[in-house]
């Protein structure tokens, strides 16, 4: 894929491509952000690997109760709570809303990359990357197995650069190199603009999923769930980084009839 991303570009491959061996030094050493500010190179960091796998590892605080509070472990974090002050963006001010991407992009972690396949008037299909993609509703199962995912659309490159495949119930492509795709249907959208603005800056896309296709190979054994082992999904980050799912941990639901009793205790010592 990032083959052919920098053939688009004009960029020969083989000048970051070597076969049967792995990328050593970053292909941009020196990058600026949109604002012009300067990136260090990532020459010094430790090559990538492709070798590393998602694991399981054991939850932070096993032995943690309610009313124990910040484990010992995060005594770092639980001084910074009570003695680090906050800084604030005023989202009201027009100019530090302008400004507001890199905050947004690098607090809001980690985000989902969908690539969104559509056609034009004309028949042309189109590829996109979108980096603001989330679930925002579900059926319960008593109605049907129909769910919701919302796009944030903004300006983007198009490009179709990978191979595609046709899908059994919408008229667009999708990417048949992706382990999980969904065919959806738009059921909405919705133009927002700031105050300020005289034309809609972004639109709000609501797409009711129709069919979800993944690749056996990426599915549990009981063929219901993905294996994040086995998907190795990408999320984005703050800037140019980016970041691979590694490490996981089960952390049991609370059932509210087992914790009451605790709950109301500790609610009678913070009143009194």
Same mark, same amino acid.
């Given at each position: ?11 020969? !491959? ?130 049907? !197995? ?32 992706? !382990? ?93």
């Amino acid at each position: 894929m990032l083959e052919s991303l920098l053939k688009l570009r004009g960029i020969p !491959a083989a000048k970051y491509f070597t076969p049967n061996r792995a990328i050593t030094r970053p292909v941009v050493d020196v990058s600026r952000d949109r604002s012009g500010k300067r990136h260090s190179s990532s020459s010094s960091r430790p090559p990538y690997d492709p070798q590393a796998t998602f694991k399981f590892v054991g939850p932070p605080a096993p032995t943690w109760a309610p009313g124990d509070g910040l484990p010992n472990e995060m005594r770092q974090w639980k001084e910074e709570v009570s003695n680090t002050r906050r800084k604030t963006w005023d989202f009201t001010d027009p100019e530090i809303a302008r400004n507001s991407y890199r905050i947004l992009t690098s607090a809001i972690i980690p985000r989902p990359v969908a690539f969104v396949s559509t056609l034009s008037n004309d028949g042309i299909p189109n590829l996109a990357p979108f980096r603001f993609g989330v679930v925002v509703w579900h059926s319960r199962s008593d109605q049907g !197995a129909e769910c919701m995912f919302l796009v944030l659309h903004s300006v983007e490159a198009f490009f179709q650069a990978f191979s595609h495949t046709q899908q059994t119930i919408v008229k667009p492509p999708f990417v048949r190199e992706s !382990a999980v795709a969904m065919e959806c249907e738009l059921y909405g959208s919705q133009d927002v603009a700031i105050p300020t603005a005289a034309e809609p800056t972004a639109t709000f896309v609501l797409g009711l999923i129709k069919n979800i296709h993944v690749r056996d190979s990426v599915l549990n054994e009981d063929g219901m769930t993905v294996d994040p082992a086995k998907l190795r999904p990408i999320s984005r980050l703050g800037g140019t980084t980016y970041a691979r799912l590694l490490q996981g941990f089960d952390i049991p639901r609370i059932s509210w009839k087992a914790i009451r009793d605790e709950y109301q205790s500790l609610k009678q010592r913070g009143s009194s």
